[in-house]
């Protein structure tokens, strides 16, 4: 279609034959991209003007935080563990359960295509939802607020190492698989000896990585009202005491940062 | 004793090693367990029946309204904000990511640059949120703040490895056959960045569709809010239309997402 509306150039060689080149494409991408950002800026009501008339705010908040509350490190402390609690908790058992599920989505473990495709859709759900609305859901559901926390991040465990795994184990070498089911072990053995050897490193470093994520997203969980630091953000928002927010950023910052560099350490080693 | 005996026992033992770790997670692991209980809400079983009834039975006529209240609207707000915010950030990114680079500036200067990048990307996209409606007020436009600031830390990030991954060889026989200098960038250079700059760019924006739908949450615009309300009133059949929509669109956006970028780097 494009190529009939700007007909490719012809580029005679030394030697007489004759070589088409399609034009480029990046013109008309470039202009569909050109009319969303229109259409998104006014959605949006997108306004430098307003932007650099009231960015000073925002820097005066940036202002305050840098300046942290030292005295609140006492109220943030319990609110942390539970963060790190919750989010522990649910890599484990998200990833435990990550496993089975991934296994009953591979098409060349199981060959009966029903549960394939009934795992891979509700993997493929579950990982649509953001952790936020399910946490939101589960406080409804559940009576503690950690526990809704916990379970948000449990579902989100599942559908994202489920998905990693799957993958991974339907590209890994069946040979070996074939080999052992030819001299008479049954499938499970088979899976034992043969795929899980082959995806092991892998599977523990994609939860590694999914619980460092998994502490970043927990910490905002509290503000539905699933339990954790979230909690103590909305407040002192609410009440203005931005170097109060810092304190809690930098605490934050410091977990994430250990936590991250333990698991990349362990991940290096994996790998 | 065969060979393969042989090669077994060579095999080095971290028996300890493996066994001290496991021991550390499953201490942890026992710690973690204390604050979890699967007591439900009181009245939390018929809340969950009354979720999974919105969602089999939703609003049709909010689903399909096509007004600016409609759940059309709210996606393509939605849409909107995660488009934009993914192009403003990814701008803001490409300097950041110049000046990270260890093989362009010098060391101190692109150590306290990826510091920065660090505080920016672990500060909660909530937080941000909340942050710019003090700038903007409530709505959308925050929304767009919001995602462009957050999407830096990880769009800086990626492009640092592309960029600390270029081909030098390149340049330096463009040099020898006398090109200037804006020729080695524009030949030499920006045909090596520009497609992994896009494939990470369509891959944030993916994932800032998501974000951008639980922003509305703080009320900066978007899908959020509507499902916040929707909840606290118990309407479930709109919270299921709601869901319904969010999780359709964002399965078309990872599809298309995927597909574009493996053509990217398929060529």
Known sequence: MYDKIFPPKKIELSNGRVVLEKRSRTPLILLIVMIAVYYSAQVTGFSFEVLFKRISEFFIIIKEMLKPNWGYIDGIWPELMSTLKMSLFGSVAGALIALPAALLASANIIKNRVIVAVCKTVLSLLRTMPTLVTALIATYVFDLPATAGTVAIFLFTISYVGKLMYEAIENVDMGAFEAMESIGMTRIEAFRYAIIPQILPGYLSTSLFCFEGNVRYAAILGYVGAGGIGKLINETIGWRDYSSLGMIVLMLVITVYTIETISEHFRKKLI | ?267
């Open chain 2, 1 to 267: 004793m065969t060979t393969i005996e042989k090669q077994l026992l060579q095999a080095p033992r971290n028996h300890r090693y493996v066994l001290t770790v496991v021991a550390i997670v499953v201490i942890l692991l026992a710690w973690s367990v204390t604050e979890f209980s699967l007591k439900l809400d009181s009245n939390g079983m018929k809340i969950a029946s009354n979720i999974v009834g919105g969602l089999l039975n939703p609003d049709l006529d909010f689903l399909f309204n096509l007004s600016d209240k409609g759940v059309i609207y709210l996606l393509w707000e939605t849409f909107a904000i995660a488009l934009l915010g993914t192009i403003v950030g990814a701008i803001l990114a490409v300097p950041l990511a110049f000046l990270a680079a260890s093989n362009i500036v010098p060391k101190p200067i692109s150590w306290i640059i990826r510091l920065l990048l660090i505080f920016i990307r672990t500060v909660p996209a909530l937080v941000y949120g909340l942050m710019f409606i003090r700038v903007t007020g409530p709505g959308p436009f925050a929304g767009v703040l919001t995602i462009g600031i957050t999407s830096i830390g990880m769009l800086a990030k990626l492009y640092v490895d592309a960029i600390e991954e270029l081909d030098v060889k390149v340049l330096e026989s463009m040099t020898s056959i006398g090109c200037t200098t804006f020729e080695k960038i524009r030949y030499g250079i920006i045909p090596q960045l520009a497609s992994i700059f896009l494939s990470v760019m369509i891959y944030r924006f993916d994932m800032n569709m998501r974000e951008a739908a639980i922003l509305g949450l703080v009320g900066a615009g978007g899908i959020g809010a509507p499902l916040i309300f929707a909840m606290q009133g118990y309407k479930w059949e709109q919270v299921g239309s709601i869901l319904i929509g969010l999780v359709i669109l964002i399965l078309i956006i990872e599809f298309i997402s995927n597909k574009l970028r493996s053509k990217l780097v398929n060529g």
